[in-house]
């Protein structure tokens, strides 16, 4: 985890320039063409992160340890913790404030939107253990970002504490239905002998008794199940950041230091423990219930397998070979890779030759010839052939590059803060300041000590934001639903809010605007020829061949299709096909596919393996393989005896319904890009779209990151990839959709996946964040109403705690009847027709 490279990179994103003579005229080297034309075009600019929780911190009087997204040096250590019980921005800054004050931490890194946490630290100073037990020690459950055990055991704790807070919430509800309210009701309840009994047995000492059980099993509520609460509004004071759990917190907290009070100095008094327990309860199943939600959602995503490669093929002296974990190989260990391998890392080819689809990790979308001497990259896969790779002092893999490269980004502070937490900041001290000036008034106007505590309490509890703070999370919620419902899974609270907001969205191509296989789009072959070319291509595991088989037999499986590996360049037996063809000789080339059927030499490949071999090629075949390359298909001419008689165009086919998604997305005054790993050529069909923007062609994964950092920098930007390539710029984008049919770690960057591979459901994703906005809107719109109401009522002394309890219960049962409502009706669910 140490960069030791120290030749200049590429300017865009620093990847190793040696032996690439790409620059422009200021004299900046680049990577490659396409990191070179996102610099031309977005210029050079600076990334800018979400600076608010910095200078909350700064207003604090605490300094954040500065943040460095590049690799540590070799004296320090990266650790990422996942960190459960971040509810809001201002955890962000409490941990990164606190982790930056011990002994060894260089640079902290906090996201609560991802609950990441990124530490650079001397491991001689400072331990990860260490890390963990300081951070665990504010009140959070931290721990390793891979430790799947603890990932479980913190969502089994936080499901105990909401089922302690239901139960125990019942039993303390129970009490006061069955005994407290008929005191206060009188004959509502029951009759005039039964009421007075129960106010003769308040009044005495058995009454204290009881009102201190109560006590008892509330302070278990507000202790256990309110924790969160609790922590979220000490968090707050610490930052001087206002938000909901303080508000929520001092409701709660004011109804239990009074009634306990009560019970302490008065002889018949009234409690307001019902409160306490309903704050605390209600609120905390919202919250639940959005998370548990988000759980589901992640659950759907299940049969998304990863990628990486644990185990490698090492070959012994003797020729011999014996699989080990890639932790354990060595500088000049060499490496056995056959067809459908994965290879796990870094390297160069010492022996064979073989084909190799890169576009998992570059984005380009044709298999690669590799030779003696080539360099192939980590996590790639041979579709042909057979290889051998030798380790150098620089092997590591791209695709563990990758990773590493998504863990910073998802760990980098988001600063993001909810709606309802921006209000609090204004609300909090508007309340707090309503309430003392009429407790102070009370007593100045000759009001007695309890009457003034009582209206200062009622101005509290009636101004509990419990409507206001399961406004957002309730409609949050109501999306999540309706998004799983159209196979839309959505990891990240704050979507629908970003979304909003998008000003660019950025398109991958290759499996993305594209279905990511090859396909023939147009054939003008005889159907004997064709036969002849399929029985050839039976023979070869490329994509293209497979592609013109399957055109020849539909019913063909890739089964069919492959061969059982070997060497490039490989001779067969004679053999029969299905269709009576004898195949009587093979040959694969670099360019393409020869042999003898049927007595007839056939070739089928690119116009240049007919110019290498010396057969006739007419000039509008040549023509017309020209202008399908332009397009960014490949031409494969197919050829007998020694002359080219017909074209096959082969292409990544676009999906359906892209067209129609950009153009509702431009509608939208939303700037739209493509950026792709592939050729120039290969995006020349979305050059000249009139609803696309901008296209960057042959961008390496890095190099998408850091276009997407700049795109950032202009404004809210999302992106849209399916592959590991696009990881890097998913998790850097401001928010990031990856289709569900891609890579895990693809999803694992992404805040939105799609799970059933439709593009068009990304229009359904805008949709719902529109819908979830009104929806939010109303919410907060009632939960406004009923306190411009309720807290001048209060002010006034015409409401006790009492009927401030049971108003706020209703505004609350209100706001959630709101959001069970569906967000988008069932009878279109692209969700052009709103509830």
Known sequence: MT???TAPGCTLCELPTEGVDVTDDAGNEFCCRGCLDVYDTLGDLEDVDADDVRSRLDDAGSEPADVDDSTPNESLERTYLKVHGMYCATCEAFIESVAAELDGVRSVSVSYVTETVRIDHDPELTTADELREAISGLGYTAFPREDAFSERQANHMETVRVAVGVLVGMAVMLQYVAIIYPTYFGGLYYDERTTQFLMDAMAHGSGNYFFAIVGVLTTVILLVTGKPILQGAYVALRTRTPNMDLLVAIAAVSAYLYSTLAVIVVEQPHVYYDVTVAIVVVVTVGNYHEATLKRRATDRLSELTSVQVDEARRLRPDGSHDLVAVDELEVGDRLAARKGDRIPVDG???EGEAAVDESLITGESMPVAKRDGDRVIGGTVLTDGAITVSIDDQATSSLDRITELVWNVQSS??????????????FVPLVLSLAAVATVGYLVFGGSVAEALLVGLTVLIVSCPCALGLATPLAVAAGLRDALRRQIVVFDDTVFERLRGADTIVFDKTGTLTTGEMDVVASDLPGDLLDDAAILERRSAHPVGEAIAALA???????????????????????????GLTVESFESHDTGVSGLVDGRHVVVGHPDLFADLGWDLPEHLADSAREASEMGRVPVVVGRDGAARGLVVVGDELRDGWEETIRSLSERGIEVVVLTGDDERAAATFREHPAIDSVFAGVPPEGKAETVARLSDRGETVMIGDGTNDAPALARSDLGIALGGGTAMAVDAADVAIVDDDLQSVETVFELS?????RIKQNLGWAFCYNGIAIPLALAGLLNPLFAAAAMATSSLLVVSNSS????????PSGESRS
């Open 3 to 5: 960069d030791e490279t």
């Open 348 to 350: 160069t080819v010492v």
């Open 413 to 426: 502070n988001h600063g993001i803060q909810g709606l309802a937490d921006r209000l609090a900041t204004v």
């Open 553 to 579: 037999d539909p019913d063909s499986t890739e089964a069919d299709l492959a061969t059982d590996g070997g060497q490039l360049n490989r001779r067969v037996d004679a053999s029969m096909s299905d269709d």
């Open 770 to 774: 529109a819908a979830a906005g009104t």
């Open 821 to 828: 409502r569906r967000l988008v009706d069932d009878s279109d």
